[in-house]
């Protein structure tokens, strides 16, 4: 019986936090700190685990949630820097008059623009950021929606400049017991940590090539007067090329230089060639598709909010070469942190941290503001406000609307991250019981056995539908995916890679985008129409991945460091 009452209890966080957040339309505000207490009443009474380390494991929880909330302040501080200077305007401008073809302004602005938005600032930002530019277009505000809902794939697990990575999974995996193991083979945590970036670079560049054609299919299906598959079908040389121009550099990049640049780099590189492509019309089919007349669309495609043009452009006259410019030096000075050793020595200096809190051995936690990529989008936002000589008023608006965000995903990460800790360094209790990451997966791995690779994607998608983010779902289920490898023999990396390849494709269904989304275009309440035309791509992304996952563990033999692999 006490054999699976543990694991059931071990379960019970993620379950109650499902049943809250889904079955009870809690606010997240409001149920996680319900869901930290219940796993810390957990950790105490069924774990063993003493008071003072379940207080250092939250303390070690807040100085990783600081760590985050610098990195997203950076990201949306920037964006709204840039909406306020003029160069999310000037960037528009440059897509005017590539094609009057929905479709290819559909590939371009929403997904290719949209993939860049999410490699630099992330968190439902691209969404929020394209539907309007799409309804500035044209488009009518449930098709701006339900495509900028797509955007939140491929492109998500290195959004906010590799977040979901760089936080999501070191946060959420025991990486001081990894890093003993990996050492006593010959091996080191950042090999691995390239190990798992690389894979889950090459999952999504596998997956992600149809994801173009899929987004602009859906939309003439749903919004055509024809409600075509067919017309959708036409674009597919073009949209299939589109897809390759981002997903290769894509791909070299995640395995090249890390988490911090593949959404970024795919669609500079992706907006360079497919955009003169499309201006001299190669691969584009003969018809060109539009919307029907916007006096028969339905009431529930148009929005209660009106978007011109002149809204989505700004009032400062900026260079489409200007507007671009605060990106490139994102882009630049990012990869000279991580490459120039002296100047990446530099950034590190400077570290704030606290090792074996509270006297807890192995729960230790730090903060390098500088060297973390929230530090380096604040050194581009003073370069922007100088570049783009911003007025004090248009810089305190950014402030504040930025600051604004912030305070809102702050108090859900304060217990979010905290319980997730609380979770990992369970291991070490009074009841000698193994941590409740790795009762999960026992159980897991006893039940489903060799299939459970198929299912693993879906997890990480359940994740993010539940907690609204990539981050987090690493955050609270990369050890149990970790934990569940190991039970079964197989590669962690990939497991771990497949846990935030899921966690990516989950985005398209949480509930948090769509509500973001939304708002900006003035849908909110038709929340549940966006959600069953996003859930045919997500479904197509979840069962492709667990395929991949299959052949790579089965026919291939993927295999890690932590295998002797």
């Known amino acids: 019986m006490e054999s699976t009452l543990l ?37 105490l009474f069924a774990w063993d685990m003493t008071f003072n380390r379940v207080l250092a494991s939250t303390f070690q929880g807040l100085i990783l949630t600081v760590s985050i909330l610098w990195i997203i302040f950076g990201a949306i501080l920037l964006l709204n820097t840039l909406k306020h200077s003029g160069g999310i305007a000037a960037i528009r ?6 094609s009057p073809d929905r479709r290819v302004q559909a590939i371009i602005v929403a997904w290719l623009f949209g993939c860049f938005i999410e490699g630099a600032s992330g968190f439902g930002t691209p969404a929020a950021v394209a539907a309007p530019l799409l309804v500035a277009l044209g488009f009518p505000a449930l098709a701006a929606v339900v495509v900028g809902m797509m955007i939140q794939s491929t492109p998500v ?41 690389a894979e889950v670079a090459i999952v999504h560049g596998i997956v992600g090539i149809l994801m173009p054609l ?9 919004f055509g007067a024809n409600r075509s598959w067919k017309e959708g079908l036409s674009i597919a040389p073009f949209a299939i090329f589109a897809g390759v121009c981002f997903v290769v550099p894509y791909m070299l ?42 006096t028969s669309w339905p009431d529930e495609w148009i929005g209660k909010i009106e978007i011109k043009l002149e809204q989505v452009a700004g009032k400062t006259p900026i260079s489409t070469f200007m507007g671009w410019t605060p990106y490139v030096l994102l882009a630049v000075i990012l990869v000279a ?80 991250i905290p319980m997730v800790r609380i979770l990992i360094n369970s291991g070490v209790n009074a009841s000698d019981l193994v941590s409740m990451p790795v009762a999960m997966a026992q159980f897991v791995a006893d039940g489903v056995g060799s299939v459970y690779p198929f299912f693993a994607p879906a997890v990480g998608a359940l994740g993010a539908f ?22 079964l023999g197989l590669s962690t990396a990939m497991m771990v890679a497949l846990q935030a390849v899921g966690a990516a494709a989950g985005n398209m269904i949480a509930i948090h985008n769509v509500v973001a989304a939304s708002a900006t275009v003035g849908l909110l309440g038709r929340e549940g129409t966006t959600l069953r035309k996003t859930i045919l791509p997500t479904i197509y992304y979840l069962v492709f991945t667990g395929l991949i996952a299959l052949i790579a563990f089965y026919v291939l033999g993927v295999s890690d460091p932590l295998m002797g692999g």
Do not use: C
């Not at 060639?273 to 007349?293: E, S």
């Not at 570049?387 to 108090?411: D, Y």
């Open 93 to 98: 401008n440059g897509f005017s008059g590539i």
């Open 157 to 197: 697990s290195f959004g906010a400049v590799g977040t979901p990575i760089v936080v999501g999974v070191s946060g959420g995996i025991n990486r001081e017991a990894i890093s003993e193991q990996l050492s006593a083979q010959g091996g080191s945590w950042l090999e691995y940590f390239r190990l798992i970036t």
């Open 253 to 294: 990049a995640g395995i090249l230089l890390g988490p911090e640049f593949p959404s970024m780099i795919g669609a500079m590189v992706g907006l360079a060639i497919v955009v003169p492509a499309a201006r001299k019309g190669f691969l584009l089919p003969k018809d060109t598709w539009d919307f029907p007349p916007s």
């Open 214 to 222: 899929i987004l602009v299919l859906i939309m003439v299906r749903f």
């Open 337 to 416: 942190s991580r490459t120039i050793a002296p100047f990446r020595d530099f950034l590190t200096s400077l570290s704030v941290g606290w090792s074996n809190i509270l006297g807890e051995a192995g729960v230790s936690g730090s903060i390098q503001p500088l060297y973390l990529p929230g530090g380096i989008l604040l050194m581009v936002v003073l370069l922007t406000i100088a570049l783009h000589r911003m007025r004090g008023s248009e810089v305190k608006a950014a402030f504040s609307e930025s600051t604004k965000t912030i305070l809102g995903a702050g108090f859900v990460l304060i217990f979010t």
């Open 7 to 43: 694991p059931l209890l071990a379960f019970l966080p993620l379950v109650l936090a499902g049943v809250l957040l889904i079955g009870f339309r809690m606010a997240a505000k409001v149920a996680m700190p319900i869901v930290f207490l219940v796993t810390a009443v957990i950790a």
């Open 466 to 487: 539940i907690a609204g983010s990539n981050t987090v779902s690493n955050l609270m289920l990369a050890d149990f995916q970790f934990n569940v490898a190991q039970q």
